[in-house]
């Protein structure tokens, strides 16, 4: 058994308090690799940010829980000598059965989601208080679900959005005993969030998502208040990076993502937690592309994995400052 206590990170309890007081988000940025992690940690201390590191199913299998779990403590330590050592959680992300948070929170990790939104609803509610009664002994908190994003979800995948009905959330929390709940107001996970039949064009032409069910989620504030809400499937898609990659010999089809306005306003409101994945694979792609592109002679992995961490840094600090509003908060 590891204790996430001796490696220096924090569970999000405290984390969600202080985003609720002060209206803004806590960032959490996917990793898989050494770069990804750099370039979260740089851009985080930079912008004094509290962060949540998530390591996915896919991200266990690619790089293994203990060289993960070692990075996340590293960051800890990487934090400090780059002059802030700010609050740090290793986060479970998608975790799909009471084995796989078991096995997580045994090796480290501060915090688990469960993600029982596919089961029945009873069902949901017996695995999510199965894995706090678990996690809670060893003060690691959770994160359950309830409704269904559209897109990819880790192997699962659903090609309609189930909406989370407000009148479950009081009776999932109290019966769940969970810290944080993950709901589904129209954020959708991947690159190809909407379909270009879902959405409108403005004037210019450009596509426009539908809106988030603001509406939903106020619902759900006013049964469960102060209540810590979570978004997945919060990328933005930058189409700067769109563009790149298929400037530079990809071939992406048009997608769009979530507008950083509207993940502005959910910031502020009772979600404290906001899920980006997607845009950390598109920045990273678009400037290894570039850099292969211009430089074909170029060998030296660190040529085209440096300019790539520079340009993740850059966007998550842009998240941060300007979009979850997290930035200055590492030291509330
Ligand atoms: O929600 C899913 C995350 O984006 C993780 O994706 O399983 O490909 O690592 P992954
Ligand atoms: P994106 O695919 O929108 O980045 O969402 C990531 C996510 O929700 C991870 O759990
Ligand atoms: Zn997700």
Redesign the pocket.
Known sequence: MVSYKDLGLVNTRDMFKKAMAGHYAIPAY?FNNMEQLQAIIMACVETKSPVIL?V?KGARDYANINLLRNMARGATEYAAELGCAIPITLHL??GDSFETAKACIDNGFSSVMIDGSHFPYEENIALTKKVVEYAHQYDVTVEGELGVLA?I?DEVSSAVTHYTKPEEVEDFAKRTGVDSLAISIG?????Y?FTAAQCTRNAEGILVPPPLRFDILEEIEKRIPGFPIVL????SVPQEYVKMINQYGGKLADSV?IPEEQLRKAAASAVCKI?????GRLAMTAMIRKVLAEKPAEFDPRKYLGPAREELKKMYMHKNIDVLGSAGHALD
């Open positions: 996917n998530q996915s992300d998608h897109g979800e954020t959708s996970h991947g690159a969030k997945h499937g919060s990328s993502g899920n980006v994945d997607s845009d």
